[in-house]
Every structure is written in C-alpha cells, then in structure tokens.
C-alpha cells in the first residue's frame, strides 16, 4: 500500500494535539475525516503517539454509514490487528453498550428492548388514552425534543407553554411508567438513560472515564443538549484531571435545530472547559473558487462564534449560475435541460488538487465520461420532488429520491423483528402484541384485550399474563389453550436461537422459523397480486441473509467494535434495534440524486442544481407569529446554514433556480427569490470594465486552456 498524503499544517496541527481537549472546526470538504482517523493512528502510537490501547479510544458519528467508513479508513492506516478492539459507533449504539454493561445499576436488565417509533406511537395512545394517532406522533416529537433537553414529565409539565404541552407532560409521565414496567426504552432513552446512570453512580462514572483515554466526536455542531452531557461525564469536566477529547464539527453547518441539536454546545466547549485547543481548517478540497466565494458571502451574513473562511487550489472553476423559472415545470425542465447539455458537452474540466485529495473534475473529458451519479437536484423540502420526478422519467433519466421508505420500515420486516425483540425481552407488550397476530393464528383482539386486562390487574407483562394458572377464570379454555401453544413455541425458539451460532445453522433456523408460522403464505393471503407478495417475500429472504452474515461474523457489529466472532441469533437480536433504527443501506447505481438539503448533508457531487430558491421556501415561512423575534432570527440563521450546506455540496458547477410564480395549497402565487441568491453577491464576481460577450469569451478560452493542460498531463503520463 503507498504511504497516505501529508496532511496540510492544520490538519497537522490537530492530529498531534495530544494534550488536552481540542476543537476542529472542519469547514465543508476540509478534511474531517482524515483528520479523525489519522488522530486515532497517532493515539495508538507506542512512544512518540499517546500510546493507547485500541480499547481505549472510541470515536463517536451520527450514522452507521459514517463509522463504517471511519473503521475501513483506520484499518487502511494501521491494519486489522491494530485496529481490533476501537470503540467506533453512533452515539446511540455507544449508548446501548453503556446500559447493556452497566444497566442495572439504575434497574434496567440486560436484555431490555428498544421501541421503534410505531411502537412508541402505541404507547402514547394507550398512555393518552387516545386513538387519533397524529395526536400521538405530536406527543411523540414534543416528547422527545424535552428528552434531548434533558428535561423530566415533571421539569416539562413546569415549564409548559400552555394546555397542550401541560396535557404532553402528563402523558409524557404515563409513558415512562410504562416503559420502566416493560423493561423497554425509546431512541433518546439510548443517550438520557446513560446520562442519568453516569449522573448517579460514581463508581460507574469512574470506570468509564478510567477506561476510555481519548474520545473523538464527529460533527459536533449536531450534538443536542443530552450528548453534550454524555461526552462530559465520559471524559471528565476537566476540573480533576484533563479532559481528552477531540471535537469535529462546523458551526456553519448546524442544521437540524429542530430535532434538538443546539449550536450553543460549540459556545459551551471553551467555557467548560478553558483548556481548549481550537484549531480552524479552511482549506476545502472538494469545490472551485466561484462556489467557495459564493458560499462565503452567504454565511458571512450570521454571526460568528468562531473565524474561519473556505478557501481552495482548485482556481475559478465555472460561475454559480442563477436562473429563473416562470413555474414548477418550467424550472424542471430547465433543470433537465441543463443536466442533458452538460452529458453532452463533457462538463467542465478543471484543474487538478493537491495531493491525496478528491479533485473536483468529471472523469473525463467526453460526455460518456460523466455518469448520471454525477448530478443532485437539492431543495427544502420533500414535495418539490414531484415535478423533478415527472421530467426525468419524461427524459429518462434514471434517478432516486433521497429519504424514501427505508428496507427497514417495511411490515414485512417489522414483522420479523417484533418476533426477534420478543426472543430477547418477553416483557416487551408491543412486540408481543405484533407476534402473536402476525401471522393470524385463531387469537383475537377480544382474547388479547381480556389478557391485557388480566396483566393489567396482577401487574406482569402480556408474556408473563399468558402462562398464570389463573388466567382460565378470565379466558375460555380454548383461548387459553391457543395462547399457550403460541408462548411454548417462543419459549422453544428463544431456546433455538441461544444456542444457533454461525451463519449457515443461523439461515436454517430461520427459514424453519418461517415455514412454521407459515409467513410466505401469509404474505400471499394480505396481498390481491402475487407479484406484490412475492416481492415481499423476497425482502423477507434478504433480511435472513442479513442477520444470518451478522451471526457469521461476516460483517462487523454496528453497534460495537472491529471483532467479528461468530454470533448466536438471539445474540445479533440483542441489538437489532438500534442497528435498524440508523441503518443505511449503501447505494452504488448510476442514478441521479433527488434530495433535501438536511438529507445531502455530508453527501457531494460534480454538478449540484438548487432549486425553489425562492422566500418562503429557502428561507422558509419565517412569518410565524407564534415565535418570538429572538426565535425567528434563530430559524433565520439556521436556514442561511441549510442554503450554505447546499452550495458547499458541489464541485465543480452549482446552478440556483427561483421561481417567478409557484404554487401554494391550490393556489398559484408571486415569487420572489430568495434573499439568499442577493447575500451571494455574485455581481461582484463579474470581471469589471468586460462586456458579457467579453467575459463569455474569456471563460471559454480559460475552459480551452485547461483541456488542453488536461489533455497534455494525460499525454504525459501514458508516455
């Protein structure tokens, strides 16, 4: 393997800040990960690094699809061996470890479930005691905002801004009564249980902090107020000892506000801790010059908690374009237009990067060698795809939207992972209730509801409820008979899958699974086609394979480590869960992407079209009179970051569309473009004293120029 590319000197700088706690503010395509991952080669270095053990290190992402890259990338610089044993996952699964080691230590079991969100959508109605289920998913995201706040039923019932929040608090109080009794816990449980656990006990705290030497975090500015806290109380408040982390993030790309992650975690890190190394990285290897400058200008306009400016080698590159659409489907087509001209004409050609970094050119200079992954069509939000959609199957253009029905949110594979959860936790009344009616099996809501009285009344979960020798005086004998039949066959399943290990005894259990409860068949009898059924059943398979490649050792765990020993089946359900609620399944097609800028956000690509620039979209509808002026200037800022974190996603050429006119409910009404497109101030960018027949001809001798540089380097190197 050739010896990786030096690192520029603030990179440098960070991966041999051994210190203390350290900052990097990682500007977009600045870097970040290479930074994180040779940091984690330097801390492994016996002598001249910190020395540590794999064990002691762990480094903290947002998604699965991040810390798997981040584990290939270490395991590229340091090999397997050396790399065996890092604590690499989200902070979800870094949660799950804490409680499954540690749990007990605030009453939770080892074997505890984690809720999905239909399942927690269920609770609330019960909870509630309510069956209109958006009231439910309003509980459900008001419920979880307070979690991220840290906040207990009683704090948010103290600080309700009126009878909607006051009555949220009481449910929010019933809900958790509930989890605690079904040993259970929902996604933000993952982070504010650890917290509290840590909060509680000492010797726990200590074992943690003594164990873990460094902890990276990557993109920080996304952290809410409860992560926050958790990598506080794993790494020490430094008043002690010194806090060993490293921060990575960019507060110009804080995004996601309103799911709890708060910008003032980045204000908090040099007064918490006074020590704090705070190192800027601006160089960017991913876009031109125009693109910088423009993306400069536009969050120029927010306050600054700290400097940092992008800058690249990359030269000009192609203008930003701006253009108009007289509707929707004239913008589209414009779009479609656009993407087609550039496939023809072979895009730009620009000029080569600095070493080791990702040169912002097409791969060739002919049209064949631009691809349709190549292109990103980016908005606010998700119903501006439609018209997009429409135009590029008109054309066709193959393409995907970004953030469709997960694999995993399908019934089909609920269905299966509702029996798995119930192996782990037969406490788990939601998975409980999804098994024994999926497949139907002569077991009805009123025998369910005469059970879930039962256990209500002796207080024991639905599982336990069914084997009481008392249960006959509240069921007919037959009903009884039925649901014992069901809880010996989990019994003997749960049995099975404890002592299944390895891959190939894994996809004979399962498929045997299967074929008992007669699931294929079961897909056939709720579907009207065959095709949709088999279909189904082919997703089913898939998900076999999936689990049975975890058993087998083929695939490192999400939610832990580098080791990749053979599992049983009930192990891998010990932590389906998680693994499930932040999957991502990569995508290799040759499609062009749809997406909204929250979901392009780490993502980039040669040619970036934002569309629907318009005020009221991006930024959007910032005439809410329920905020405050303080909150409305907040959602500004925040909305400058979104349209800073789209332009920053191209390369090499970024057009900007706003629509003249557009449509609003049923009504079709003025545009106006977005005040962002002036903040970019691409006047300025325009040659003085030129004519635009001029600059227009100037630009193509410059495109002509590097072609044929281009064209001369290739030469050069076949010679």
Same mark, same amino acid.
């Given at each position: 393997?050739?010896?990786?590319?030096?690192?520029?000197?603030?990179?440098?700088?960070?991966?041999?800040?051994?210190?203390?706690?350290?900052?990097?503010?990682?500007?977009?395509?600045?870097?970040?990960?290479?930074?994180?991952?040779?940091?984690?080669?330097?801390?492994?270095?016996?002598?001249?690094?910190?020395?540590?053990?794999?064990?002691?290190?762990?480094?903290?992402?947002?998604?699965?699809?991040?810390?798997?890259?981040?584990?290939?990338?270490?395991?590229?610089?340091?090999?397997?061996?050396?790399?065996?044993?890092?604590?690499?996952?989200?902070?979800?699964?870094?949660?799950?470890?804490?409680?499954?080691?540690?749990?007990?230590?605030?009453?939770?079991?080892?074997?505890?479930?984690?809720?999905?969100?239909?399942?927690?959508?269920?609770?609330?109605?019960?909870?509630?005691?309510?069956?209109?289920?958006?009231?439910?998913?309003?509980?459900?995201?008001?419920?979880?905002?307070?979690?991220?706040?840290?906040?207990?039923?009683?704090?948010?019932?103290?600080?309700?801004?009126?009878?909607?929040?006051?009555?949220?608090?009481?449910?929010?109080?019933?809900?958790?009564?509930?989890?605690?009794?079904?040993?259970?816990?929902?996604?933000?449980?993952?982070?504010?249980?650890?917290?509290?656990?840590?909060?509680?006990?000492?010797?726990?705290?200590?074992?943690?902090?003594?164990?873990?030497?460094?902890?990276?975090?990557?993109?920080?500015?996304?952290?809410?107020?409860?992560?926050?806290?958790?990598?506080?109380?794993?790494?020490?408040?430094?008043?002690?000892?010194?806090?060993?982390?490293?921060?990575?993030?960019?507060?110009?790309?804080?995004?996601?506000?309103?799911?709890?992650?708060?910008?003032?975690?980045?204000?908090?890190?040099?007064?918490?801790?006074?020590?704090?190394?705070?190192?800027?990285?601006?160089?960017?290897?991913?876009?031109?010059?125009?693109?910088?400058?423009?993306?400069?200008?536009?969050?120029?306009?927010?306050?600054?908690?700290?400097?940092?400016?992008?800058?690249?080698?990359?030269?000009?590159?192609?203008?930003?374009?701006?253009?108009?659409?007289?509707?929707?489907?004239? /913008? %589209?087509?414009? !779009?479609? @237009?656009?993407?087609? *001209? +550039?496939? =023809?004409?072979?895009?730009?050609? $620009?000029?080569?990067?600095?070493?080791?970094?990702?040169?912002?050119?097409?791969?060739?200079?002919?049209?064949?060698?631009?691809?349709?992954?190549?292109?990103?069509?980016?908005?606010?939000?998700?119903?501006?795809?439609?018209?997009?959609?429409?135009?590029?199957?008109?054309?066709?253009?193959?393409?995907?939207?970004?953030?469709?029905?997960?694999?995993?949110?399908?019934?089909?594979?609920?269905?299966?992972?509702?029996?798995?959860?119930?192996?782990?936790?037969?406490?788990?009344?939601?998975?409980?209730?999804?098994?024994?009616?999926?497949?139907?099996?002569?077991?009805?809501?009123?025998?369910?509801?005469?059970?879930?009285?039962?256990?209500?009344?002796?207080?024991?979960?639905?599982? /336990? %409820?069914?084997? !009481?020798? @008392?249960?006959?005086? *509240? +069921?007919? =004998?037959?009903?009884?008979?039925? $649901?014992?039949?069901?809880?010996?066959?989990?019994?003997?399943?749960?049995?099975?899958?404890?002592?299944?290990?390895?891959?190939?005894?894994?996809?004979?259990?399962?498929?045997?699974?299967?074929?008992?409860?007669?699931?294929?068949?079961?897909?056939?009898?709720?579907?009207?086609?065959?095709?949709?059924?088999?279909?189904?059943?082919?997703?089913?398979?898939?998900?076999?394979?999936?689990?049975?490649?975890?058993?087998?050792?083929?695939?490192?765990?999400?939610?832990?480590?580098?080791?990749?020993?053979?599992?049983?089946?009930?192990?891998?359900?010990?932590?389906?869960?998680?693994?499930?609620?932040?999957?991502?399944?990569?995508?290799?097609?040759?499609?062009?992407?749809?997406?909204?800028?929250?979901?392009?956000?780490?993502?980039?690509?040669?040619?970036?079209?934002?569309?629907?620039?318009?005020?009221?979209?991006?930024?959007?509808?910032?005439?809410?009179?329920?905020?405050?002026?303080?909150?409305?200037?907040?959602?500004?800022?925040?909305?400058?970051?979104?349209?800073?974190?789209?332009?920053?996603?191209?390369?090499?050429?970024?057009?900007?569309?706003?629509?003249?006119?557009?449509?609003?409910?049923?009504?079709?009404?003025?545009?106006?473009?977005?005040?962002?497109?002036?903040?970019?101030?691409?006047?300025?960018?325009?040659?003085?004293?030129?004519?635009?027949?001029?600059?227009?001809?100037?630009?193509?001798?410059?495109?002509?120029?590097?072609?044929?540089?281009?064209?001369?380097?290739?030469?050069?190197?076949?010679?």
């Amino acid at each position: 393997m050739s010896s990786p590319p030096s690192l520029n000197a603030a990179q440098m700088q960070a991966v041999h800040h051994l210190s203390g706690p350290c900052l990097v503010l990682a500007g977009a395509g600045s870097g970040k990960t290479r930074v994180i991952t040779h940091k984690i080669a330097r801390l492994l270095q016996p002598g001249a690094g910190a020395g540590l053990e794999a064990r002691q290190i762990a480094a903290i992402t947002f998604t699965n699809k991040a810390a798997a890259e981040m584990r290939e990338r270490i395991k590229g610089l340091v090999g397997g061996k050396a790399s065996k044993g890092l604590i690499i996952s989200t902070f979800h699964a870094l949660g799950v470890r804490l409680l499954r080691e540690d749990g007990a230590a605030i009453g939770l079991k080892p074997q505890f479930s984690i809720l999905d969100s239909d399942d927690v959508a269920g609770l609330l109605r019960d909870a509630g005691g309510s069956s209109d289920a958006a009231q439910a998913r309003r509980w459900q995201w008001t419920i979880s905002l307070w979690k991220n706040q840290g906040l207990e039923p009683e704090q948010a019932e103290a600080q309700a801004a009126n009878d909607d929040e006051r009555i949220a608090a009481r449910v929010m109080q019933r809900y958790q009564e509930r989890l605690a009794a079904y040993q259970a816990v929902d996604f933000d449980d993952l982070i504010g249980l650890p917290v509290a656990m840590l909060q509680r006990d000492e010797a726990v705290r200590a074992k943690w902090q003594a164990s873990l030497g460094h902890v990276l975090v990557d993109e920080y500015q996304d952290t809410n107020a409860q992560q926050y806290e958790l990598l506080r109380l794993l790494v020490g408040d430094g008043s002690e000892r010194t806090a060993m982390f490293t921060a990575v993030g960019d507060d110009d790309q804080s995004i996601y506000g309103w799911r709890g992650a708060t910008i003032d975690n980045l204000k908090r890190l040099p007064l918490d801790y006074p020590k704090l190394q705070v190192i800027a990285l601006e160089q960017n290897y991913r876009s031109t010059g125009n693109i910088l400058r423009a993306a400069n200008k536009v969050i120029a306009a927010n306050p600054k908690i700290f400097e940092k400016k992008l800058w690249s080698e990359y030269g000009d590159g192609e203008p930003v374009q701006v253009v108009e659409g007289d509707s929707e489907e004239h /913008e %589209a087509e414009r !779009a479609v @237009s656009r993407i087609q *001209a +550039l496939r =023809a004409q072979g895009g730009a050609l $620009l000029g080569a990067g600095a070493p080791g970094a990702a040169v912002p050119t097409d791969r060739s200079g002919g049209g064949q060698g631009i691809e349709w992954k190549d292109f990103a069509i980016l908005y606010r939000a998700n119903h501006q795809s439609r018209v997009f959609e429409q135009k590029l199957r008109a054309a066709q253009i193959p393409y995907k939207v970004s953030g469709g029905q997960s694999y995993f949110d399908r019934a089909e594979i609920k269905d299966l992972c509702a029996w798995l959860r119930l192996l782990v936790n037969q406490d788990d009344d939601p998975a409980f209730l999804r098994a024994v009616t999926t497949p139907k099996r002569g077991i009805g809501h009123q025998t369910l509801a005469s059970l879930g009285s039962f256990a209500g009344q002796w207080k024991t979960s639905l599982y /336990e %409820a069914l084997f !009481a020798e @008392s249960l006959g005086t *509240a +069921l007919s =004998a037959k009903a009884v008979g039925s $649901l014992h039949e069901f809880g010996r066959y989990v019994n003997d399943l749960e049995y099975r899958a404890r002592q299944t290990v390895g891959g190939e005894d894994a996809k004979a259990l399962l498929l045997g699974w299967l074929k008992d409860i007669g699931y294929e068949q079961h897909l056939h009898d709720g579907e009207d086609s065959a095709k949709v059924a088999t279909a189904r059943w082919s997703n089913v398979l898939d998900f076999v394979d999936w689990i049975a490649k975890r058993c087998g050792g083929q695939i490192t765990q999400e939610a832990g480590t580098f080791e990749a020993e053979k599992k049983s089946v009930l192990e891998v359900a010990q932590s389906i869960a998680v693994i499930i609620s932040l999957a991502e399944r990569g995508n290799d097609q040759n499609v062009l992407t749809l997406s909204t800028l929250h979901a392009a956000k780490g993502l980039e690509w040669p040619h970036v079209q934002l569309v629907g620039v318009n005020e009221g979209l991006l930024p959007f509808k910032l005439e809410d009179e329920s905020l405050s002026v303080e909150a409305l200037a907040q959602r500004l800022e925040e909305e400058r970051r979104l349209m800073y974190v789209g332009i920053t996603r191209a390369r090499s050429t970024l057009t900007v569309s706003w629509l003249k006119r557009r449509k609003r409910g049923r009504e079709t009404v003025a545009g106006a473009p977005s005040r962002f497109i002036t903040e970019m101030k691409l006047d300025e960018e325009r040659a003085p004293g030129l004519s635009p027949r001029e600059r227009l001809k100037a630009q193509r001798a410059e495109l002509a120029a590097r072609a044929a540089a281009a064209s001369a380097a290739t030469a050069d190197k076949q010679g």
